[in-house]
């Protein structure tokens, strides 16, 4: 396989990955949201919300994110080596789960701690990062 082959397959394992993520914190983020504020009736409500609701603003880092991959995928310039451990090692970085503050890595471990499916997700994403081989 050559390293462009590879590099793309690896940057689309992560990007599969984060998008498992996302969708599954999405949803838990939607059954917090309809526990305090009310029932989300439709999936377009939802995905508005998503976009304009404060309360979901912190998951934009990893929409962000898989933005960020698309683009490098669809470039007219193939991705590298390079390009793939510093996008893991974003992902690493952003992913990092943070007990005390404000931002993402708040909101983050929040998720992973009342939500088991957010833990399988994380999971999903770690072993994808795991064949990072330049941490």
């Known amino acids: 396989m050559s390293e462009t082959d590879l590099s793309r397959q690896r940057l689309g394992a992560l990007r599969r990955a984060l998008l498992g993520l996302h969708k599954t914190l999405v949803y838990s983020e939607r059954r917090t949201f309809e526990r305090v504020v ?11 919300l998503v976009i304009h609701d404060p309360w979901f603003v912190w998951l934009r880092p990893i929409s962000a994110l898989v933005v960020e ?11 590298t080596m390079a390009d793939v451990h510093g996008l893991m090692s974003t992902a690493r970085s952003l992913l990092t789960p943070v007990e005390e503050g404000v931002g993402f890595g708040t909101h983050y471990y929040e998720a992973l701690q009342r939500d088991p499916d957010v833990v399988l997700a994380h999971a999903a994403v770690s072993k994808v990062l795991a064949t990072d081989t330049e941490k």
């Open 69 to 79: 991959i698309d683009e490098r995928l669809d470039s007219d310039e193939p991705p």
């Open 38 to 48: 009310g029932r989300v009736s439709t999936s377009g409500e939802l995905l508005q």
